[in-house]
């Protein structure tokens, strides 16, 4: 069964700090990998996107890293700021060849507190 | 850049009341729109697919006759819980993609409070 797994399932950390989100998954073959932010009571934000092929991609101070070969991704958030406190979502496009859509498969998610 | 909008935001009603979610995509014609539910703490699961004229495709346990939902245009998709009760309440996200290899938008989400 296709699944992505994320970890941790929650951290805590200070202002200014930097902190490293874990995501493994089992589809294959994929289509790209995305990572979302959640605010709370709101959609998911599209933050990176990156294809098989990609090893790493940066939005602003948000950078993700693929590694098509273990299967295992990760976001790294550099200084954070209060507004990062929200859940990041790791999201694995398979790729169904019957009927022609992609379906998404999305982790659990990581619920990341900045405190001041 | 695209942009989907959900309505209502929040809807409280009694159990039994049947409560219509509004989905649209403002500046690009969504040929597939996806409804979504989460529950507190945990990852969004796929509902339904619908393409705009066909009939949506359910996932596996979601009740068709349940959840009605209707994609009438290439901008508008809604989805109707018919008799809520208080373990439909939840938070419904839609989505919509213009195109098969287009990324998906999310709305900002419903939150269905039954009493």
């Known amino acids: 069964k296709n699944q992505v797994e994320q970890s941790p399932q929650s951290l805590i950390i200070l202002e200014g700090k930097n902190c490293t989100l874990q995501?493994?998954?089992?589809?294959?073959?994929?289509?790209?990998l995305r990572w979302y932010k959640q605010d709370t009571g709101r959609g998911p934000v599209s933050l990176t996107i990156?294809?098989?092929?990609?090893n790493t991609k940066s939005n602003g101070r948000y950078t993700a890293t693929l590694d098509a070969d273990t299967k295992q991704s990760s976001l790294h958030i550099t200084a954070s700021q209060l507004s990062d406190s929200a859940s990041y979502i790791c999201?694995?496009?398979?790729?169904?060849?019957?009927?022609?859509?992609?379906?998404?498969?999305f982790g659990a998610g990581t619920r990341l507190a900045v405190h001041p | 850049g695209a942009v989907v909008s959900q309505h209502p935001s929040w809807v409280i009603c009694k159990s039994g009341t049947s409560v219509k979610i509004e989905c649209r995509s403002l500046?690009?014609?969504?040929?597939?729109m996806f409804w979504y539910r989460q529950f507190p703490k945990q990852s969004l699961m796929l509902m339904a697919t619908?393409?705009?004229?066909?009939?949506?495709?359910?996932e596996q346990g979601v009740e068709k006759d349940k959840f009605l939902i209707n994609h009438a245009s290439l901008t508008l998709s809604t989805l109707t819980v018919t008799s809520a009760h208080p373990e439909d309440s939840s938070f419904y996200i839609c989505?919509?993609?213009?195109?098969?290899?287009?990324?998906?938008?999310f709305g900002d989400g419903t939150r269905l409070s039954i009493l």
């Open positions: 990156m294809t098989f092929s990609e």
């Open positions: 989505s919509a993609r213009e195109g098969v290899n287009q990324p998906q938008h």
């Open positions: 999201v694995v496009t398979d790729i169904m060849f019957s009927g022609g859509y992609n379906k998404l498969i």
């Open positions: 619908s393409n705009e004229g066909s009939k949506a495709t359910y």
């Open positions: 500046d690009f014609q969504a040929t597939t």
């Open positions: 995501c493994n998954y089992t589809v294959s073959p994929f289509s790209n």
